[in-house]
């Protein structure tokens, strides 16, 4: 599976269908588990069941299918199981009492009757050294000679392996397949990955899916991902929380940030000060052109926000000095490194106030053909600045991330995509 998982699936004609994410099996009493079908990622980054009965090869990097898949989000059934996400981590007893066991891959083997089933494991038996960078032994072992034990079946299952397969997933991928997960898997894989990537992931979920999965974390890490987080998605999850529970994490967070994000609660949801970051490039008038294209390079700055720098007096964090005039990032490309970015202030653009409505945050954007737009209070001063994402959450309906959309047109644009692919039931 190790292998298999991000192997590129083609139909018969050579044609691209997508990227196997997991293999689905069902569970038999007196023999090893039975593949039924792949999830694979088609074009738009759906993911989809895949027939085992539809694959015809399984090779070296590649798999080969009919062509006939049914773009339905995948889903799974009862007694369905999924390798990666599921099954990879659990620990087993050997059934000779010789002790425990950590699967670290599986081996799926075609049967003559074309069939495929999954025969071997790779294991990790727990370490007999006290050292940090020891390891336990390996071994592959046949399914029949493991068993599960009670106590394995409460407790936690080790998330390694999966997270491993998320390392290229984008932050709105990756949120996606937290929630297909079971709920208790999404809370193992949730404890194990890292703050940051974990507060990407929660910057695309919903309010209610965010609050549900950090009340299954301890208080000081919650904090510490909320810390990661961009102040104005933090603050959205924290107008959900009741006002004690708020208060209290605000005190565990570092004292910047959650400072900004008290500043966000105090705006109206639907305004623009509720929905503005307070992190853009702010810069002085005499600042280069150079000094600025060195800021907005940062890898961890969101491309909206390095679209464009911010002018303003001293000081130069929110809320600044009175604002002076907005520089777009395609301007200063036409300017020599030299030139200050006083004199390419874009004179056309005034800020929205802190109160504007989304309503005419919007028309700002669209008028001008914008990707960020600064706010600024009464005084003239910059307080934060609007990115179209931020508007789009506002206006897309609240599940949009969950919707399929028209089927018709998704199989217009699946078949065209990938040419050959045939639409058909899931079975």
């Excluded at 039924?36 to 989809?48: A, C, D, S, T, Y």
């Excluded at 949120?175 to 992931?201: G, I, M, T, Y």
């Excluded at 609660?265 to 970051?277: D, E, I, K, R, V």
């Amino acid at each position: 599976m190790a292998r298999l998982a991000g192997c590129l699936v083609f139909d018969p004609v050579g044609d691209r269908v997508g990227k196997v994410r997991d293999v689905v099996v069902v569970f038999r009493a007196d023999a090893p588990p039975r593949v039924v079908g792949l999830v694979v990622e088609i074009p738009g980054k759906r993911r989809v069941f895949v027939s085992i009965t539809r694959v015809t090869s399984i090779g070296a990097g590649q798999v080969i299918t009919t062509g006939l898949i049914n773009v339905r989000r995948f889903e799974p059934r009862a007694g369905e199981v999924r390798v990666i996400a599921e099954i990879l981590g659990r620990e087993l007893a050997f059934r000779d009492g010789s002790g425990t066991a950590t699967i670290e891959d599986v081996a799926i083997t075609q049967a003559p009757s074309g069939l495929w089933d999954v025969t071997q494991l790779f294991v990790r038996r727990p370490k007999t050294s006290s050292s940090p960078f020891a390891k336990g032994a390996t071994q592959f072992v046949a399914w029949s000679e493991m068993r599960e034990t009670d106590a394995a079946a409460g407790a936690p299952q080790s998330a390694e392996q999966l997270i491993a397969t998320y390392t290229d997933l984008k932050p709105a991928d990756l949120a996606s397949s937290l929630l297909e997960l079971p709920k208790e898997r999404r809370v193992e894989v949730a404890a194990e990955l890292p703050n940051e990537r974990l507060a990407d992931a929660l910057e695309e979920m919903q309010e209610q899916d965010q609050v549900e999965l950090l009340r299954t974390l301890d208080d000081e890490r919650v904090a510490d991902v909320l810390d990661q987080m961009q102040p104005d998605d933090a603050a959205d999850l924290f107008a959900q929380l009741p006002r004690a529970e708020r208060e209290h994490l605000l005190e565990l967070m570092e004292p910047e940030e959650a400072e900004d994000v008290r500043r966000l609660l105090n705006y109206a949801p639907n305004s623009a000060g509720g929905l503005m970051t307070t992190e853009p490039v702010i810069m002085s008038a005499d600042a280069t052109v150079a000094e600025a294209l060195a800021l907005i390079r940062q890898e961890e700055l969101a491309p909206a926000l390095g679209a464009a720098v911010f002018l303003t007096l001293p000081p130069y964090e929110p809320p600044t000095g009175r604002f002076l005039g907005t520089v777009h990032y395609q301007r200063m490309l036409r300017h020599p490194p030299h030139e200050r970015l006083g004199g390419l202030v874009d004179q056309g653009l005034e800020p929205v106030m802190v109160n504007a409505s989304i309503a005419e945050v919007s028309r700002t954007l669209a008028s001008y053909n914008l990707v960020s737009v600064p706010v600024v209070d009464d005084a003239g001063r910059l307080v934060g600045v609007v990115t179209i994402d931020d508007i789009l959450d506002h206006l897309l309906p609240d599940d949009w991330r969950r919707r399929d959309g028209e089927d018709a047109a998704l199989k217009r644009s699946a078949a065209a995509r990938t040419g050959s692919i045939g639409i058909i039931g899931r079975r």
